[in-house]
């Protein structure tokens, strides 16, 4: 080695010269560059881009099974690796179009699902008390023709009866349903519509909002290629709607295409310490900052005439008047975001093109919040970013095809699934089930759950406990659950689920602006006996 690398670093690197510092990390990393070739260890497996792992133990290649996630609903893609017939780490499939090989936290540790050590592994019947714990172990085949027995009584006195509203005492109520349209299937064939879901405590709100303003519940916005951002209500970067792929292409807008990121939430979220300009409104008030928005957009000319007039049911001069009474100050009044600040926002982002608004439930989960959410979305629909590249753009997702012929629905609409006091709640009003059943709206008599536990997280979590309690109101209760909640505890038979692990599912969610199919395989083979 030259005298250059040997020198006195305390004494002389003051008075290296260019000409030097070159020379020494040429050294230095031809250096670098010779003991990597002589050493494994320096070639870590995670340097390489999916589908290798190799076992700590054995060194030997450990057998890798792309899946899709299902920790929550965003379904990303995922590889399993697998040594000695059990999961040993989850990772990212980089052959994903939209997640490109990024799992959340959740979906790392998702594995934890087939292992958890409370997990039910058998049919079980009840033989105490509801909620005793007291329980028997019964086979499949018992288990489902138990079922299929209180189904058929149901179906019996609807028949007997000359009612079809009877079949809509079979109820099935799920949290989380991706069963590629088998529920449907199976209620369908029972002729009962009484078919629940747990959406209006989740995103009904921005779902209604949005489908009535454009059809479609759910946007997917062009990050990576736009240049402006307004986030109401939404921390995009930890835990919003599809916050996988949304926090890679907000990034990749905002470092790679120098986006401004505005944010709008009641906390500092890791999206507003992330933005050019946060601001903490009072909660609920998103909609008349929107509002003031496009009231200073369409009084300064500075909106896209031909898309309002190509586009759109209303014109120019009926949008003006209607936001006549939303002004920047009134706006400040109701949110304490500065008149001042909400006119120079609206002008940045009218005259900055393409541009953008993102919203979740900061803003929907509110009174009002579909017309929250609806505010929101009229930003781009008159500043004409609506289908344009970096602007707001319509979801891509695929529709895996139904076996045919499709079922016909059941004959008589369900109060429970379809209440016609809200005609306009396209997702439902699950909250008010256990009041209808109570207040003796509805009857049950087959009560069955999938991925669902609303004794602990719904609002009104005693309602619903105290339901599941009284047998003269749910006589007869199904679980579907891998374990044990503080719904299931409150069943009659136990009827267990395998892991998303575990199974096949049809798979298309717009999680990017890439329309992909995706499959859910399993993994491993189902544990015990499920």
């Known amino acids: 080695m030259s005298d250059l690398a040997t020198r006195n670093t305390e004494g002389d690197i003051g008075r290296l010269s260019r000409r030097d510092f070159i020379k020494l990390g040429a050294a230095v990393g031809a250096a670098a560059g010779t003991l990597s070739l002589g050493s494994r260890r320096l070639m870590a497996m995670e340097q390489k881009l999916g589908s290798d792992d190799i076992s700590a133990v054995t060194g030997a290649q450990r057998q890798s099974v792309p899946y899709t996630c299902l920790v929550c609903n965003i379904e ?7 040594e000695n017939g059990r999961i040993v780490k989850l990772e990212g499939n980089m052959d ?31 033989t105490g008390k509801r909620g005793e714990g007291k329980w028997k172990r019964i086979s499949y085949d018992e288990a489902t023709s138990l079922l299929a027995k209180k189904l058929r009584e149901v179906i019996d006195r609807a028949q007997s009866e000359s009612d079809d509203a009877i079949l809509n005492e079979i109820v099935f109520k799920w949290g989380r349903n991706r069963t590629g ?5 199976f209620m369908q064939a029972l002729g009962s519509n009484a078919m629940i879901n747990h959406t209006n405590i989740c995103e009904s709100s921005k779902k209604v909002g949005l489908e009535h303003s454009w059809g479609p519940d759910i946007e997917s916005c062009d990050w990576a290629n736009t240049k402006y951002i307004i986030n109401f209500g939404s921390n995009v970067l930890e835990t ?31 999206t507003s310490a ?11 008030t998103d909609g008349v900052i929107a509002l003031a928005m496009a009231h200073v957009i369409m009084n300064e000319g500075l909106y896209d005439a031909a898309f309002i007039r190509d586009w759109t049911n209303v014109t120019v001069e009926q949008l003006i008047a209607h936001l006549k009474p939303y002004t920047p100050e009134f706006a400040e009044q109701e949110s304490t975001v500065p008149a001042r600040d909400i006119r120079r926002i609206a002008r940045e982002f009218a005259t900055t093109k393409p541009a953008t608004t993102f919203s979740y439930r900061g803003p929907a989960k509110h009174v009002y919040g579909a017309y929250q959410e609806a505010a929101i979305h009229m930003l781009n629909v008159i500043t004409g970013n609506v289908e344009k590249k970096g602007g707001y753009c319509l979801p891509r997702g695929m529709d895996w095809p139904q076996p045919q012929p499709e079922q016909p629905r059941g004959k008589t609409p369900s109060v429970l699934a379809a209440s016609p006091l809200y005609p306009l709640a396209s ?18 008599s087959v009560w069955m759950h999938l991925y669902d536990n609303p004794v602990y997280t719904y609002p009104s979590s005693h309602v619903w406990a105290h339901l599941f309690k009284d047998e003269g109101l749910l006589p007869f209760v199904v679980s579907f659950s891998p374990y044990i909640s503080e719904t299931t505890e409150l069943a009659d038979l136990i009827i267990p689920d395998v892991t998303y692990l575990e199974r096949h599912d049809p798979e298309s969610m717009p999680s990017g602006l890439y329309p992909c199919l995706s499959i859910r395989q399993p993994v491993v083979k189902p544990l015990g006996g499920t």
């Open 76 to 82: 990303d893609g995922g590889v399993a690796f697998v």
């Open 240 to 270: 919003a709607y599809f916050m996988n792929p949304n926090a890679q292409r907000l990034v990749d807008g905002v470092v790679g295409n120098k986006a401004k990121l505005v944010s709008f939430d009641v906390r500092l979220s890791n």
């Open 274 to 284: 992330f933005a050019d300009e946060a601001y903490f409104p009072y909660p609920g």
């Open 181 to 185: 349209g088998a529920v449907h299937r």
């Open 427 to 444: 997702h439902q009003v699950s909250t008010h089930v256990p009041y209808m059943i109570m207040k003796g709206e509805a009857k049950v």
């Open 96 to 126: 994903h179009p939209n997640t490109r090989g990024k799992l959340c936290a959740k979906g790392n540790s998702g594995f934890l699902h087939v292992y958890d050590p409370d997990r039910i592994m058998t049919p079980l019947l009840r």
